[in-house]
């Protein structure tokens, strides 16, 4: 008898491949085998998903610092993981798309008036992209974690990496399951987008502190120095903007935002003459 993966020549009683420790199959598949072995896959509490699930919440310095230190079986690696996070995503957008098509346009504006026009164009292209968009965030988060940490040798880029794609895909799993049953339940689209931009922010503070055993004063410290560096990166953006903007003043693309921005001036002006009255 050979395994079945690899050729190995086995002996009758083995129950496993000595070389690729795959289990040996002496039956034939059935639909109670199938469904045997999916739930023993996926709803397993000793398998890798639901472990590294779990663990990413529980203990994320073990997950993460495990396998940059060279645990490599216990947890799902982070590229599978990510890989697994932006299939769930893709099937959260089209869902978005079927049932709620309006709710990313409302998560993106957070409730403010006048700018729907605007945005669902950038709606569009978020989810027309999103699997890409994703993969370019993640040395993005990795570059501004590592100078958060300027100061501090345990980890290098190449490891904050691992980071940002464990971090990323962890939230990208969970929010996308939990906004579709919010959403189900009537929840406002507003009012998720607000809560998950506050929840990202806490669990990528929650899993620094972990894997960098920081205090709650030096977390606050790094939090703040995050904020300073954001707060760089917006005014070299908006400089660079303002320059673009001056140098290509009567192209049809900035004419076009132009118009799109007094229209949103407009209805905010009407909404607060409409209170008044």
Aim: charged content about 15%.
């Amino acid at each position: 008898m050979n395994c079945k993966n690899c050729n190995t020549e086995l002996s009758t009683i083995s129950e496993f491949c000595n070389i690729c420790g795959g289990k040996v199959i002496r039956n034939r598949l059935t639909f109670k085998s199938l469904f045997e072995h999916i739930t023993e896959t996926f709803f397993n509490y000793d398998n890798k998903l639901l472990r590294t699930l779990i663990d990413l919440f529980k203990k994320p310095e073990i997950v993460i610092g495990g396998y940059i230190k060279g645990v490599r079986r216990r947890y799902v690696d982070p590229i599978s993981y990510l890989a697994l996070a932006l299939t769930v995503g893709g099937i959260y957008m089209i869902v978005l798309n079927k049932f709620f098509p309006n709710a990313m346009t409302e998560m993106s504006t957070m409730g403010v008036e006048g700018q729907q026009e605007t945005t669902i164009k950038m709606v569009n292209s978020i989810q027309e992209y999103y699997s890409i968009l994703m993969v370019l965030f993640i040395p993005l988060y990795a570059l501004l974690s590592r100078l958060v940490f300027i100061n501090r040798k345990e980890f290098n880029f190449t490891e904050h990496i691992v980071m940002a794609m464990y971090i990323m895909a962890q939230l990208s799993l969970v929010s996308s399951v939990l906004n579709i049953a919010l959403l189900v339940l009537q929840i406002p689209s507003s009012i998720l987008g607000t809560a998950s931009i506050f929840l990202q922010m806490v669990y990528f503070a929650y899993c620094y502190k972990r894997l960098y055993k920081l205090s709650f004063s030096g977390l606050i410290l790094r939090t703040l120095f995050f904020f300073g560096i954001m707060l760089a990166i917006i005014i070299v953006i908006i400089t660079l903007g303002f320059l673009m903007a001056m140098l290509f003043k009567d192209s049809a693309f900035i004419q076009q935002i132009s118009e799109s921005q007094k229209a949103t001036i407009e209805t905010q002006k009407a909404a607060v003459d409409s209170i008044s009255n």
